[in-house]
C-alpha cells in the first residue's frame, strides 16, 4: 500500500499521540508526479483522482492514470521547449483543471512551481518573475490577464516562454 511506504504509523490514540509520533518517510528523490501519481495509477488504474467542475455545470473525471498520461505529455511538452530541472515556471490559471496536468508535470521534471492568483498586475508578475528568475508563465486565455503577461514578458530578464492554456 502506498501510505506504508511513506507513513509508518497512521492510527493515533489522541491528538497528544499524533502530535507526537506522526512522521512522514521522504525519500532523498522524492518526486510527487512519479511516486505519488504514476504509483497511484500502477496500483488501481482506475482510481479517481480528481473531479474537476465549475460554475457552468461543467464537470470533469480524471483517474491517476489519465492524470499520469497527460502530465506525462505535458512534461514533454515543456521538455521540449527546454524546460528542465530547477527552472522556475508561474502559473497563472485561474481553477482550471489544467493547473494539476501542469503541475505534476512540473513536478515530474523537476522545475519549481509559482502558482499566480488571477489579480497580479503587470509589476507583480514582473516583481516576481525578476525575484524567482522565472523561465516561464503558463497562463489562462483571459484578456486581463493575458495583458498583465504580455506588458510583463520584455521587463523580466529570465523569461523566455509564455504559454497559454
Keep these: 500500500m502506498l501510505l506504508d511506504r511513506y507513513l509508518p504509523r497512521i492510527d493515533f490514540d ?3 499521540d499524533f502530535k507526537e509520533n506522526f512522521k512522514i518517510n521522504v525519500p ?31 464537470e470533469r473525471r480524471f483517474t ?10 505535458a512534461a514533454n511538452y515543456f521538455v521540449s521547449l527546454g524546460i528542465q530541472k530547477g527552472d ?8 482550471r483543471w489544467e493547473y494539476w496536468i501542469c503541475a505534476v508535470a ?15 498586475t503587470t509589476k507583480d508578475i514582473v516583481y516576481r518573475g525578476n525575484a524567482a528568475g522565472v ?10 490577464v493575458m495583458n498583465q503577461v504580455n506588458a510583463a514578458f520584455p521587463q523580466i530578464d529570465t523569461l523566455q516562454y509564455k504559454i497559454m492554456v
Design 88 to 95: 522556475v515556471v508561474m502559473m497563472i490559471l485561474r481553477r
Design 64 to 73: 491517476f492514470t489519465d492524470i499520469k498520461k497527460l502530465s506525462n505529455q
Design 14 to 16: 489522541s491528538y497528544e
Design 28 to 58: 532523498e528523490n522524492f518526486n510527487f508526479g512519479f511516486d505519488i501519481v504514476d504509483e497511484w495509477a500502477k496500483q488501481e488504474p482506475d482510481k479517481l483522482a480528481l473531479v474537476w467542475c465549475n460554475d457552468h455545470d461543467e
Design 106 to 120: 512540473l513536478h515530474k521534471i523537476g522545475a519549481t512551481l509559482i502558482p499566480g492568483t488571477l489579480q497580479l
Design 135 to 144: 523561465k516561464a508563465i503558463i497562463c489562462v486565455n483571459d484578456d486581463f
